[in-house]
């Protein structure tokens, strides 16, 4: 089992930056991918951002590229999203995942989620 926390999400005006943590334990993440996925109310949810643990090229959605970056510490077992630039449409609960193997944009295929953080970006 992997437990998945997230934290670090709030209220920000457009065009400013938040970082998101996700603290992963009950397991050594060497063999897993780690993702981050958001819903606004009334949506599905989508895609963000996925990184293997043991390397490889990050995945972002079209909607982020440029703008969030995700990134990982090994030492604390965390996965973070840097956010940047944020516009109102990036109002979401943001959730954290994690899958055995590799990286992919498929919610379907993590196993492992967290409770979500909610950002709010006013206009």
């Known amino acids: 089992q992997v437990q998945l926390v997230e934290s670090g999400g709030g209220l920000v005006q457009a065009g400013g930056s938040l970082r998101l943590s996700c603290a992963a334990s009950?397991?050594?993440?060497?063999?897993?991918?780690m993702g981050w996925f958001r819903q606004a109310p009334g949506k599905e949810r989508e895609f963000v951002a996925a990184i293997t643990w043991s390397g490889g090229l990050p995945y972002y959605a079209d909607s982020v590229k440029g703008r969030f970056t995700i990134s990982k510490d090994n030492a604390k077992n965390t996965v973070y999203l840097q956010m940047n630039s944020l516009k109102p449409e990036d109002t979401a609960v943001y959730f954290c995942?994690?899958?055995?193997?590799?990286?992919?944009?498929?919610?379907?295929?993590?196993?492992?989620w967290g409770q979500g953080t909610q950002v709010t970006v006013s206009s």
């Open positions: 995942a994690a899958r055995w193997d590799i990286a992919v944009t498929t919610i379907r295929s993590y196993n492992y």
């Open positions: 009950g397991r050594t993440l060497s063999s897993y991918a």
